[in-house]
């Protein structure tokens, strides 16, 4: 009980901090940071508010912390479908996808069936897409078409139903669920952290760019100052964590901060590919949800697996 | 009432759609609105995407052969107070353009899709001449150009089941038939107004 309140104080009090960063960024123009990045780093920053809100639902309702990531997720997958060009053919296993294969991943976490909802959609699904794709009988681009719609698919739903089934992992009965909550805390303020870290060092120490034309601002700097102060803030934090010592929990914030670069990475090439001819009229209206979980989806599956080989009974 | 709220909200939770207005704004005078067609849902779309007041004053013109088959269709246009055309039997005598004249009189707007049919891609079809008739007869009518966009992905022509990616509607800046403009060049004006606010 004592370690849930000292969590939830640490982070609202690290948030806090960045909210008001935010605000004293914007109003003065120090260091020469121009305004429209101070804006991202405060949408980002309110992105981030509403998820501590949704996981701090988990210490009261575990189901309702999955029904949010469900609609959080089905609403990733409608913009990522959005952005990325489908044809007539498509329709009616998009239509599986929508509604019965997201629904059904984010009932079976809730059901706790990790036998089942861990295979559903690299094995089920993977194989129904291509063969209702080809029933439909439009051959045009048939490979490129199919890895999209499975793309989506495990990228939006079956990665990000990894965070909440942090919460039906097993540590033994001394520690309890509140555990758990405390985990998947832990797990997000570790992603949102690592986010907003490599962003700093990208900008006070930033000089070698990892890839020009997939984001213009990710470097190396940013990247190895980030994780590694990650891995400071997450060894701090390793008495809410089911992790024993000090360094596996900063190992495991390492891990973390790695995962969710390569995840903002990733949605970045998929936008510098797709992003000009889309998203401006479409989703501009709706905040890019897609935007701010990227680096929640690449880290939840890999952190959850590793906890659960090594810690978990 | 009921039926209205209930389909507007499903329309808008499937298409998910964002209203746009680009050099132009909602307003009760007379207008005549007209988009590209490519979904069922595209009258719904446009409809409820205005503010309740200019609602109110708006009739959608439909197709009288589609809307009257069975009762739920034939519930929906009277819902959303449509305006049934027999696009089968035009007349002389009874030219579909008179009574949508009629029927607004100097109060109501008008949504059509002067395409005349749903399109299977995200293509703008060739005009029909609908539109020019009437602002020839009604010069001072505001003329709206709409542009629906994904809605084909959405519920393309032919399917049932739509699938809930997001969609688009864009209101433009109005244009008026100019003195003595010859009906093509007017229509492939209407036209390309329509199709400039797609990359907007």
Aim: charged residues 20%; contains cysteine.
């Amino acid at each position: 009980m004592v370690q849930d309140w000292a969590l939830v104080g640490v982070v609202l009090g690290l948030l806090g901090l960045a909210t008001l960063v935010g605000h004293w960024l914007r109003r003065q123009a120090v260091f020469g940071v121009d305004p429209q990045v101070v804006d991202t780093f405060n949408a980002r920053i309110q992105a981030w508010w509403f998820f501590c809100l949704v996981v701090a639902v988990a210490f009261f309702s575990p189901w309702l912390t999955v029904l949010l990531f469900g609609l959080l997720s089905f609403w990733a997958l409608r913009e990522f479908i959005t952005l990325t060009p489908s044809g007539m053919g498509d329709h009616r296993a998009l239509f599986w996808v929508f509604f019965f294969f997201t629904p059904m991943q984010f009932i079976l976490v809730a059901r706790n069936n990790y036998e089942l909802y861990s295979v559903m959609i690299p094995v089920y699904a993977f194989l129904f897409i291509q063969a209702r794709v080809a029933i439909s009988g439009e051959s045009y681009r048939f490979l490129e078409r199919v890895a999209k719609i499975q793309c989506a698919l495990m990228v939006c739903v079956y990665c990000l139903s990894y965070a909440p089934a942090l919460l039906y992992l097993n540590f033994g009965d001394d520690l309890g669920k509140r555990a758990n909550a405390r985990l998947l805390f832990f797990f997000i303020t570790i992603v949102l952290f690592s986010e907003l870290l490599q962003f700093v060092w990208g900008k006070l120490q930033g000089k070698h760019i990892i890839a020009e034309s997939i984001d213009g601002s990710r470097t190396w700097e940013g990247l190895l100052g980030g994780a590694v102060s990650t891995g400071l803030l997450g060894s701090t934090l390793y008495w809410a964590t089911p992790f024993q010592n000090w360094w596996v929990s900063a190992a495991m914030s390492l891990l973390i901060a790695v995962m969710a670069s390569a995840g903002a990475m990733t949605m970045a090439a998929i936008k510098s590919d797709r992003g000009e001819v889309r998203s401006g009229t479409l989703i501009e209206g709706h905040g890019g949800v897609l935007d701010r979980i990227d680096a929640v989806c690449f880290a939840a599956p890999v952190f959850f697996h590793v906890t659960r080989y090594f810690f978990a009974t | 009432m009921i039926t209205e709220t209930l389909l507007t909200w499903i329309a808008r939770f499937i298409s998910g759609v964002s209203v746009r207005w680009i050099d132009s704004q909602p307003d009760i005078c007379q207008r005549v609105y007209f988009a590209n067609h490519t979904s069922h849902l595209d009258v719904i779309l446009v409809w409820s995407a205005l503010p309740t007041d200019v609602r109110r004053l708006t009739r959608p013109i439909a197709a009288k052969d589609y809307w009257t088959s069975g009762f739920i269709r034939r519930h929906v246009a009277k819902v959303y107070n449509a305006m049934l055309i027999d696009r089968k039997e035009i007349k002389v005598h009874q030219s579909p353009i008179d009574l949508m004249l009629r029927e607004i009189g100097n109060t109501h707007s008008l949504i059509l899709f002067p395409e005349g049919g749903r399109r299977m891609d995200e293509g703008v079809g060739e005009f029909k001449s609908g539109l020019y008739y009437l602002s020839k007869k009604r010069p001072e009518l505001e003329l709206i150009p709409v542009y629906i966009n994904n809605m084909n992905r959405i519920l393309p022509r032919g399917e049932i089941l739509p699938v809930p990616l997001l969609s688009s509607v864009t209101f433009g800046p109005p244009i008026w038939l100019e003195a003595g403009e010859p009906k093509t060049d007017f229509l492939v004006r209407a036209r390309e107004a329509v199709l400039r606010l797609k990359d907007r």
